[in-house]
Nanobody
């Protein structure tokens, strides 16, 4: 069973930065596409950034140039560095794992990010 544990959320002022982490277990990490999604109140869950086939990264247009996804296969961890945060980035951020063999989606419980002055 794949388990994902997110950390690093919190309250930050506009223009600030946060780094989210997601530790994965129960999967061959190097063969798993990892990503981040978010869901704001009253809105659908949307893609933020995701590795595709382990190398190519797909970013939402709204975060390009501000957010960077990275992974450490030795630590089974994926990160999301978020810079120049805006109030519209406020949401619950979810870690996503999709093993390439099964293409089943697994989700973490989410971590709250609030951007407010």
């Amino acid at each position: 069973q794949v388990q994902l544990v997110e950390s690093g959320g919190g309250l930050v002022q506009p223009g600030g930065s946060l780094r989210l982490s997601c530790a994965a277990s129960g999967t061959i990490f190097s063969l798993t596409d990892m990503g981040w999604y978010r869901q704001a109140p009253g809105k659908q869950r949307e893609l933020v950034a995701k590795y595709i086939t382990g190398v190519y990264v797909n970013y939402a247009d709204s975060v390009k140039g501000r957010f960077t996804i990275s992974r450490d296969n030795a630590k089974n961890t994926v990160y999301l560095q978020m810079n120049n945060l805006k109030p519209e980035d406020t949401a619950v951020y979810y870690c996503n794992a999709q093993p390439r063999a099964s293409r089943v989606n697994y989700w973490g419980r989410g971590t709250q990010v609030t951007v407010s002055s």
